[in-house]
């Protein structure tokens, strides 16, 4: 494959709908909680783990912004049994870098959200997907994933051409 560079498009739950969900407050019907000071959006995303073994993770990634222009695309990685899901903590904006595949990523397929630091994203499970990337400030992510400890956990592939994103 040769130089591709890839358009940034932002975030929305039909665009991204492929890949995962888009997990946001003020999307769809809510309920009360908490004494009346409080508003609730329940099942935004699937949780899947399809080994009875893993157990679920919480963990935090601190992401150090990436200042590159355009920033340069190295790996690809999925979860083949289990959602995955980051939310961000303190973040302005940042992208998600997605492609489908099924035992390597179609890379002239990969797409690239801008997504605001209002959103969180989840992976669908086996779906390719970009190491994160923070744009403005370190940014920390709770991610929920579910794991045994073994190689299955998570596959990545190495991108040996140059593929990038052009945030304009």
């Known amino acids: 494959m040769s130089s591709r560079l ?3 498009e932002p975030l ?4 991204y709908a492929a890949f995962g969900s888009v997990i946001e407050a ?3 019907p809510h309920r009360p909680a908490n004494q009346g000071r409080a508003r609730v959006w329940d099942r935004l995303a699937q949780l899947v783990n399809l080994r009875d073994e893993a157990r679920a993770n919480l963990s935090v990634f601190r992401c150090t912004p990436d200042h590159a222009r355009p920033i340069a695309l190295r790996c690809f ?3 083949p049994f289990s959602t995955q899901v980051f939310v961000p903590m303190q973040a302005t904006r ?4 997605v492609a489908p595949g099924d035992s390597a990523p179609r890379l002239e397929e990969a797409r690239a959200f801008l997504v605001s630091g209002r959103q969180a994203v989840s992976y669908a499970p086996g779906t390719w997907h970009h190491p994160m990337i923070a744009l403005d400030i370190d940014t920390d992510f709770a991610c929920i994933v579910f794991e045994n400890g073994s ?3 998570c596959e990545v592939a190495s991108i040996d051409s140059a593929l990038s994103v052009d945030l304009m």
């Open 6 to 8: 890839i358009r940034v």
């Open 12 to 15: 929305t739950a039909d665009a």
């Open 26 to 28: 003020e999307q769809g």
């Open 77 to 79: 990685e999925r979860h």
């Open 94 to 97: 940042y992208l998600v870098v």
């Open 151 to 153: 190689s299955g956990d």
